[in-house]
């Protein structure tokens, strides 16, 4: 609703009219000013502002008219209701044309349709201007959150250049094994984490990880364990000959870490040491799904194991298995965002299908790239990261 | 909660000193950190001899979930010196926790209806085998009671975080 005790300016060269109009728009609750002529009415309508104008259309000098042109040219949205005797139809389009609010013909015979006039003209431009507020309100609104979206987004690009510059080369060759790798994240940063790592000069580690959760929270302790691990790691060495270095104690070692933590993140994992004098691979499990996926010879098959996750329980073991590698081969890690992309309505479905996947791809990454279209995924709900260690495939 | 998911709801009641928690749909918890410490609040103020979980009616949990889980068996095993029973009679859930190794900090009951057999190989505990296979059957019967007859007896586990 409009201001009831708005401020009216009337401008007209007959005292009568004018005196009666005043009389009766004061008695209706509104401030009425007046004016005798075109020019005099611009000086008062600069001094004073009125909310609204009334005025006649045939005055010396300055008529209707061009008093609504001059108006007009203050860009003020001020309504003006003609009022006019010479009721020529010219004049009305032409008054209406330049935007008056209303045209009334003189002589008013009932005085309540100029306030119902005037009331509805306060109401439009009342309603115009809160519009308008509301849309430069909006308009301001959104310029802040694109700005904020925007400083969110660098953010999060910033901390995934770091995220991806902590993840290891790929592909990454050492003494005939090869490693490779690809992480998608289902926001900006990545719960899921992957690394490997010379040992000593016999030995590669490598692990898979995938910390409860997505997003930022969980990418924080993909630092703490990169972090963990890393400092194991020279922390064994520290003695000359590294001693034994068991993926369960990695495991153990990182499950007491993190519920030191108290972070209410816990992590499931996949941990490996490759022999290169003997051959063999030892491995532990930590709750984590898919089994890691060991290709050779055309076959597929999971390797077996099993462990609670890494993070949760203070009195978890973690236990070692070993297996010798084949000549050719390659194992494939996997997070469990891999499942929402496998066919199948049931876990033990997608399970199934994997293996098959797998030998389908030939036991590569970038047969699984293509195979799963990983190039060109949607959204994706969870975190997906692949670890591929090859030796020798075809 | 995630929109696009229908969302899970998570409820709870307590009967005779069994407190139990009914997980229900897609439950998923990776926005909402603020659920750990309400179900320490209710436990702190509930007297209670087992605990409960059913997941009968659980579509599929996120590792937040099972992150929430694990810390009610930790709080269980304090408490009471007994592990908590899940009730899970869908494959997937019950493949999810066998690879989550919580068959060792669980009683992983694979039947709806309670029954000697289906406890064959709980995991060693505080108390005597027998006391705990007695607990669970117990505890076992009071669910199967809640989800016949008195629905009411639940509440909204979220609801009961908006309040505190």
Wanted: charged residues 20%; negative net charge; aromatic residues 6%.
């Amino acid at each position: 609703m409009h201001n009831p005790s708005a401020k009216l300016l009337i401008i007209d060269d007959d005292e009568v009219v004018r005196a009666s109009l005043a009389a009766y728009l004061e008695d209706s609750g509104f401030t009425v000013l007046q004016a005798s002529n075109g020019l005099q009415g611009l000086e008062v309508f600069e001094l004073q502002r009125p909310d609204l104008v009334i005025c006649d259309l045939r005055m010396p000098q300055v008529d209707g008219l061009e008093l609504i042109r001059r108006i007009n040219v203050l860009n003020t949205e001020v309504p003006v209701i003609v009022v006019s005797g010479a009721g020529v139809m010219s004049d009305a389009v032409e008054a209406l044309r330049l935007g008056a609010a209303d045209y009334l013909i003189k002589p008013l015979e009932d005085l309540a349709v100029l306030e119902h006039s005037v009331r509805r003209a306060l109401d439009r431009t009342h309603l115009r201007l809160e519009n308008q507020r509301y849309r430069e309100k909006l308009e301001t609104a959104n310029r802040e959150l694109q700005a904020s979206l925007h400083l969110l987004q660098e953010d999060q690009n910033a901390g995934r250049q770091v995220q991806m510059n902590m993840l290891p080369l790929t592909p990454w060759r050492v003494d005939g094994l090869e490693f490779a790798h690809q992480i998608i994240p289902s926001l900006y940063l990545s719960g899921d984490f992957v690394d490997y790592f010379r040992v000593d000069e016999r030995r590669i580690g490598f692990y898979l990880a995938d910390v409860s959760g997505h997003g930022a929270s969980s990418a924080f302790v993909t630092v703490l364990l990169k972090f963990m691990t890393t400092r194991l790691l020279y922390e064994s060495r520290r003695g000359g000959l590294l001693p034994e270095f068991k993926p369960s104690d990695v495991l153990a070692h990182i499950n007491r870490g993190l519920i030191n933590c108290k972070l209410g993140k816990h992590v499931t994992m996949l941990g490996g040491v490759i022999d290169e004098q003997s051959g063999k691979l030892t491995y532990s499990i930590g709750g984590h799904l898919p089994l890691p996926v060991l290709y050779s010879e055309g076959q597929a098959h999971y390797l077996e194991g099993r462990g609670l996750p890494v993070g949760l329980f203070n009195e978890a073991v973690y236990s070692d298995l070993q297996m010798d590698l084949p000549k050719s081969f390659s194992l494939t890690l996997l997070s469990d965002g891999i499942l929402d992309l496998l066919p199948g309505d049931t876990l033990k479905e997608k399970e199934a299908v994997l293996p098959q996947l797998i030998s389908s791809a030939g036991g590569t990454l970038d047969g699984l790239r293509q195979v799963l279209g990983l190039a060109n995924l949607g959204e994706m709900p969870d975190d997906i990261a692949l670890l591929v260690l090859s030796r020798n495939l075809a | 909660m995630n929109p696009g998911n229908s969302p899970g709801r998570i409820q709870f009641a307590e009967k005779d000193g069994t407190f139990v928690l009914k997980f229900i749909g897609e439950v998923r918890l990776t926005l909402c950190s603020a659920l750990d410490s309400t179900i320490e609040k209710i436990f702190t103020a509930l007297n209670f001899s087992a605990i409960v979980i059913d997941l009968t009616e659980t579509r599929s949990i996120d590792s937040t979930t099972l992150g929430l889980l694990a810390k009610l068996s930790i709080l269980s095993r304090q408490k009471i010196g007994l592990l908590p029973t899940v009730v899970t009679t869908h494959a997937d859930i019950t493949r999810l926790l066998q690879s989550m190794g919580f068959d060792q900090v669980f009683n992983i009951v694979n039947q709806p209806i309670p029954c000697p057999e289906s406890l064959d190989d709980l995991p060693s505990q505080d108390h005597s085998e027998a006391v705990v296979k007695a607990k669970v059957l117990e505890a076992h019967r009071i669910l199967m009671g809640l989800n016949d007859s008195n629905r009411e007896a639940f509440h909204d586990l979220v609801s009961a975080l908006e309040r505190s």
